[in-house]
């Protein structure tokens, strides 16, 4: 009779117990995480706190009265409106927007092409402005200013009016122009009825009730009329 061979000893006695200890752990993990997305909401996300965008950097009123570079003007509508009353000491730096005609536009002459952006990429022109350069000219800061600041948007009611293109004006011959823009030399050309605006310098006393006007805002909010003034004469819009 011969002895019967006994069962090798297994290497790792450890590792079943250790394997049956992991699955176990990944099981009580996974029904917890269920547990924790079963109690979630199925709303969605709050939205971030709203931030309002930045507040433009100049300020537009309608003239009320003006007698002598004191102004009382007024912002907003009906009920809503606001009356604020303005020193212009003289010396104060005022530039008047009129009507002009094309006969009147002698170059070497700014132009802004000002006009309201469209849904279809496209923009409808409210205004041909027109100033003299002061110094030389560059495109390397965007649109060109007219005076002080001012593109000659800034004192419509409509607030997307934008400058658009920007031009130094070389040469016209009442009809037909040739400009130099940021992307090199261009064309205009200006019909007889086109919204041509003029900007000329004038005196504090010149402002009329009717016109409009736009001065910078300093950092709290209030107008600045030590920036200069920018005026839309009454009938030019």
């Not at 290497?11 to 079943?16: G, I, Q, V």
């Not at 009920?79 to 005609?101: E, I, M, N, Q, Y």
């Not at 952006?117 to 110094?135: Q, S």
């Not at 000219?137 to 948007?153: K, N």
């Amino acid at each position: 009779m011969t002895e019967s061979a006994l069962p090798r000893p297994a290497r790792f006695p450890w590792l079943l117990p250790v394997a049956i200890f992991l699955v176990v752990m990944a099981a009580l993990a996974a029904v917890l995480l269920f547990a924790r997305e079963a109690g979630k909401s199925d709303a969605p996300p709050p939205l971030d706190a709203f931030v309002p965008p930045p507040g433009l950097p100049y300020a537009a009123y309608n003239v009320e009265r003006s007698q002598a570079g004191k102004l009382t003007v007024t912002t907003g509508t009906a009920k809503d409106a606001t009356a604020l009353d303005l020193d212009l000491p003289s010396g104060t730096r005022v530039w008047f927007l009129r009507t002009g005609t094309p006969a009147e536009i002698k170059p070497p002459l700014l132009v802004n092409v000002i006009a309201v952006p469209n849904e279809v990429r496209n923009y409808t022109i409210t205004m041909l402005a027109f100033g003299r350069p002061a110094g030389i000219v560059s495109f390397e800061d965007g649109p060109l200013a007219l005076a002080d600041g001012f593109y000659g948007y800034e004192t419509s009611r409509e607030g997307r009016e934008r400058a658009v293109v920007s031009a130094v004006l070389e040469s016209f011959d009442g009809r037909n122009g040739v400009t130099r823009t940021a992307n090199g030399p261009g064309t205009i050309f200006v019909d007889e009825g086109a919204p041509i605006r003029l900007l000329v310098a004038g005196e504090p006393a010149a402002i009329q009730p009717g016109d409009r006007i736009a001065l910078h805002l300093r950092a709290d909010g209030t107008p600045d009329v030590a920036q200069g003034v920018l005026v839309l004469v009454a009938g030019a819009r």
